[in-house]
Structure formats: C-alpha cells, structure tokens
C-alpha cells in the first residue's frame, strides 16, 4: 500500500550484478493504453503475448476505470492520475476541463526532469490533440498497425525514455460487435493487438543498451464495455459492471508474479425462499392481509426470563421499494406479548428506517434498544446476530452484523426489565407495532441458541448458508429454521425442538416463494475499489518507477502498487 513517506512512495531501486561490476540500470517505461479492452475478455482470450508477461509482473483482471465508460474520461483518468471531480472531464469533448490544473503527466515528469524524451502516438486525434502536452513527439495515426509501427520505430532510439501507444481498434470492434470474447470480431481484435504487442516487446529487447537499461511496462484499458455477465458471477457490486472492467498489467523483467484478483464480495447465497409481506403495503396492513408464519406449539422454551443468557442469529432481505418508502418500526421477527414498542414483555428485531435494531422490555417499563450504525440498503442477504447476557450484574446486548460486532448495550441498573417471559407465539413477517410501513422481505437461516456464543464463534459461522452438527453450541440449539423450504405452508424447524412455522396467507397476498440467486454478507461497496488497481493509479505507477516524488500539491489520487 502507498504511504505518506517519501520513501515509502518510491519503488525500490536495484542493482544488477555482471560477472564484474554493479550496474545500475536506467529506468524507462512503455505505456500502452488498449482502449476498450474489458478485462475477463482479455484474459478469456489467452492472448500468448499479454501471458507471457505474466510471470514477471503485477496484474489485475479485475482492475477498474470510472463507471462512466467513456473514452475521455478513462485517458483523462490515466493520463492525470486524479479522478473526473478534479479533471472535470466526462466524455470526448473534454468541455469545461481543468488540465491547467491538474495536467498530464508529460509536463509532471518534464518539471522534475527535463531531460527526459517523451513520445506519443496516438489512433485518436482527441488523445493526441488533448492529452498529450509536453510530450517531445506527439503523433496520431489512422490505424493501430501505424501506431505500432511508429513505437517500434521509437524503441529503436537510443534516447527514448518514455513511450505512450493508444490504440482503439479493440474499443472499435466492441462498440460494434460487443464486449465479449465470446464474440469473433472483438476477440480477433484483441489477438491482433497482441500481435502488435509481441512485435513491440521484440523491439523492446532488441534495443543496444537493453542490458543497461531497466524498462516498466503498462498495458491498461480506459474503460471495459457492455457485455452479459451471468448470474453466478454476478455479486452486485462495481465488479459486475461490465463498462467498468479493465485490466491492468505492470511488467519488469525482475518482477514476481503478483495477481490482484477480486476481492470478497460475499459469500453466493442461493434457493427458494419465503416473500413476507402485506397488501397494502402501507400502515392500513393488518395479519389478516399479511403472508406471515409462527410457531404454534412449545413456544415456551423461547422465554428467558430475565436471567438466562441466549444468541438469535438470522438472514435478512430487506426488499428495496423505490425512495419514497421508508420503513417505519416493522418488527419482522419476535417474541413479545403486547406488539406496540412501549410496553410489552418480550424481545423482538425490527427496522427504522434503513437501520436494524434489537429491543426487549417488559410492562410498564418500556423498551431497551440499540441500532446498527450502518445502513442496509443494497438489497442483499446480510446475517444479523445479538448476544443476550449478564455482564458486571447488568443486562447487555452485543450486536453483530456479518459477524462483526457493531453495537453493544447495557441496560442500567435502574430500569428493572423484570421477566420478560409471555404467552406469545414466536413469529415472522408482518407484526402489528404503532403505525407505519410493514415488512416486505426475506428470512432465513434462523438460528435461536441457549447460550451466549462467542464473538469468534459467531464470526466464523455468520457467513455460512447453513450450520450442521459439528457446529460447536450445537446441543444448546433450540431453534434452526433454514427457511428455504422452496414450496407448501410449512417452515421446518430443523433442531431438535422441532417446532415448525405455519405460514398464513392474507387477503390480497399470494403466497410467493422465491428463487434467489444473491450475495451474503458483502463488504462495504465504499471500499472494493481501492482493493484492485484503477486507471488513476497508473500515473502514479509510472512517476514512482522515474523515481519522481509527487508533491501534495498535486493532488494525485491514485496509489502504488509495489511487487516485492
């Protein structure tokens, strides 16, 4: 990972050793930018060229551009190192831009070091006439074959030191055909730049002070295309957007193989599972217009007082209804005498808005409460978990969310829960309390235990589609309801309690189960991207290689990858 040092900002230089002297290699880089080159196709294309780079670099199938997809806004994105709320660039006009202020990388490296020859060869008359200020030779041709020839021509002088190819033959072909190896016209254009690339690389080496010299080369694409992803390779997040996949290969002749691959999205969740919801879905709902389903026998034994020490964990759907719904307190999963949020003895989970919450309480004292800080909003499977248990003589309740802690409460020595032992039934879906939108979602994977599992323990079992009987609190289970039955109006109690749900099915509702093919329990979206390379971070790749510390001032945002 990139740091704030300047030390730490470099790649680490090094030294070759003949059958005589050191010799310290003078570093150059050739910059290929393969337009439209989406990232799977590439690698599915098995292109001999890309692969046989491998075994010396830093790479990533999976490394990403801006979601925009335009062929301005990813060389703008490459060619500045900071993202389009800086360049301002968006598409290929390039109208209202600011390369006055963050400007590309040619004039970056003429600053620190003048020196340095810059040649650009571009297909796009855009990229040369826009992207390409500074550079010692900027040129820009009808085809990708004179692209090439022209950086071939350039690798056979002795005073190149930075060479930039842009081609779009790829991009061409995608547009037209489509983004997907599986397509003739888009994969022989990919095979045909790599027999581009092959020739170059043969001229690459064939240069007469090759040997003293130490060259970083970057193949990367602007941006990926549209193409089907299928579904089992779908994880709802920014690496199943076509448009966005690029890939991104960083080779030097001493370099380890380092593959960036995808990182977790979330575990595959899929099966046919239970639609709890009521019609209408507004605060008019009641039981009699809900699919809902409880338990009618032995409910007793979820009683626990207000002594015992127990653990709920559960999976959640929570469907997403468009931003003028809001959930307003449906409790979707309890055991409470009296339903309404204020009194009551019992405990039970509902939602506010996009949050999660456990409360417990008894008459006449009210509830005890504690949200997860964190917003579900992206309409996957997420396992939630709290831990009730008696902690230095006081009540408390630890709160889990993918099987991370997110919240703990402890309820004062003041506010006297009492029992919260009751008559009612334990039951899911639509649950009268006050007013407000009722639940439309799914549960699964229910799991009720006597006894207060361990943080470790939750975490490692929290992600899982089901639990067997190696699972280590397994005699303390009193509940286990996988609930993907698939069909009937039944809901198996897979413990050894026993105790099934009975599903009803409300006026105006249909009872709906539902084939689901989703993610369980995904990272934060916020920070996936930052796990793979993205087209701001070659700029600075590059300028770390030439051994060019960037000031703050220039406000670059991307990062480094380092190999070893």
């Known amino acids: 990972m990139s740091c704030n040092s300047e030390f730490d900002k470099l790649l680490p230089s090094r030294e070759y050793n003949d059958s005589t002297s050191a010799i310290v290699k003078t570093r150059k880089v050739l910059y290929l930018i393969v337009d439209g080159a989406r990232g799977w196709s590439v690698r599915d294309a098995n292109a001999p060229n890309v692969m046989s780079l491998l075994k010396n670099s830093t790479y990533s199938w999976n490394s990403l551009s801006d979601s925009l997809g335009t062929n301005g806004n990813g060389w703008a994105d490459l060619m500045t190192g900071v993202k389009k709320n800086k360049h301002k660039i968006t598409d290929d006009s390039f109208a209202g831009n600011q390369l006055a202020q963050y400007p590309v990388i040619f004039q970056r490296i003429k600053a620190s070091r003048p020196e340095t020859r810059i040649a650009s060869f571009a297909s796009s008359t855009i990229f040369k006439d826009n992207l390409t200020t500074g550079a010692d030779v900027s040129q820009s041709f009808n085809s990708d074959a004179e692209v090439k020839t022209a950086v071939v021509a350039e690798l056979g002088s002795d005073i190149a030191s930075l060479i930039v190819g842009q081609f779009d033959a790829i991009d061409i072909a995608g547009a037209q055909f489509g983004y997907d190896d599986s397509v003739p016209e888009y994969r022989n254009a990919i095979l045909q ?231 009612a039934p334990l039951e899911m879906g639509f649950i009268p309390v006050d007013t407000g939108q009722p639940f439309d979602g799914f549960l699964s994977d229910i799991r009720i235990w006597k006894a207060p599992l361990s943080d470790a323990v939750i975490a490692q079992y929290a992600c899982d589609s089901r639990i067997t009987e190696s699972h280590p609190y397994w005699n303390r289970l009193i509940g286990y309801w996988p609930a993907n039955d698939g069909s ?36 934060p979206t916020g920070n996936l991207a930052k796990l793979v390379p993205n087209t701001v971070d070659v700029p600075s790749q590059i300028l770390s290689w030439l051994a060019i510390t960037p000031p703050e001032t220039w406000g670059l945002d991307g990062r480094v990858w380092l190999n070893q």
């Open 488 to 523: 009937g109006l039944i809901i198996k109690d897979e413990s050894p309690a026993g105790n099934d749900f009975h599903i009803s099915v409300g006026t105006g509702t249909t009872l709906q189960w539902t084939d689901q093919n989703d993610v369980l329990c995904p990272p």
């Open 193 to 423: 730049f790599d027999q581009y690339l092959g020739e170059m690389l043969t001229a690459l080496r064939s240069r007469r002070d090759y040997a003293k010299e130490d060259w970083l080369v970057v193949i990367t694409s602007n941006h990926g295309g549209q193409a089907m992803i299928p579904p089992a390779q779908d994880d709802k997040t920014v690496f199943s957007y076509p448009k966005a996949n690029t890939f991104t290969i960083a080779y030097n002749a001493g370099y380890k193989p380092y593959l960036i691959n995808k990182p977790f999205t979330g575990n595959k969740y899929t099966g046919k599972f239970l639609r709890l919801y009521s019609a209408p879905a507004n605060n008019t709902a009641t039981i009699a217009t809900s699919v809902r389903a409880e338990v009618k026998n032995n409910n007793s034994i979820y009683n626990f007082g207000d002594t015992t020490s127990f653990t709920i964990e559960l999976k959640v759907k929570k469907n997403i209804r468009g931003t003028s719904f809001v959930y307003e307190w449906p409790v979707f999963f309890s055991k409470r005498f009296d339903k309404t949020k204020s009194v009551g003895n019992g405990w039970a989970f509902a939602w506010e808005s996009s949050k999660w919450r456990f409360f417990m309480g008894s008459q006449g004292v009210g509830h005890q409460a504690a949200d997860d800080p964190t917003t579900l909003v992206d309409g996957n499977w997420h396992s939630l978990a709290v831990v009730v248990y008696n902690k230095n003589f006081l009540r408390t309740i630890r709160y889990f969310r993918d099987g991370k802690q997110v919240a703990e409460l402890s309820i004062a020595s003041s506010v006297k829960l009492g029992t919260m032992n009751n008559s």
